[in-house]
């Protein structure tokens, strides 16, 4: 049962990666990768508006990705809580989910990074590395 949970965590987490990847390289191509030049919110808001954004579906755009990436953290975290709580439990991933949660961290610096470094492209690729670092580390906790 508990693994049951973590599996369908994990597979819940490996498809939201697999589109924040994806979305995050459409943000890229679409230029819209400073839409917010500013970060975590977009021109000091939770969310963009015709008022503060210059093209306020590049902002959107962007938003969205960070929004989909921090429902992703939410779901690392508690993947790690839970393999934690049920840690006496043989075969608990608990390293792996641990591993999980480093690695979000790590990612949402190099997302912040990505915008105040103005898209430098040691910093955008570091970035999509450690995405698909990311999804490849679910699709090994789901497998497991």
Not at 9 to 31: H, K, M, N, S, W
Not at 36 to 58: H, L, M, Q, R, S
């Amino acid at each position: 049962m508990r693994i049951t949970v973590l599996r369908r965590l994990a597979f819940a987490g490996l498809l939201l990666a697999f589109c924040v990847v994806v979305f995050g390289a459409y943000v890229l191509l679409t230029d819209a990768g400073l839409g917010c030049p500013d970060w975590p919110g977009c021109y000091g808001e939770v969310t963009p508006t015709a008022e503060i954004a210059a093209d306020v579906g590049k902002a959107w755009r962007e938003m969205i990705h960070r929004y989909a990436a921090s429902v992703l953290g939410l779901i690392i975290l508690v993947i790690a809580f839970l393999s934690l709580r049920w840690r006496r439990h043989p075969g608990m991933p608990v390293g792996l989910s641990l591993a999980l949660v480093a690695l979000v961290i790590f990612q949402g610096f190099l997302g912040m990074l990505t915008v105040t470094w103005l898209l430098k492209p040691l910093i955008v690729t570091a970035h999509l590395a450690f995405g698909l670092t990311t999804l490849s580390l679910l699709w090994w906790l789901w497998l497991t």
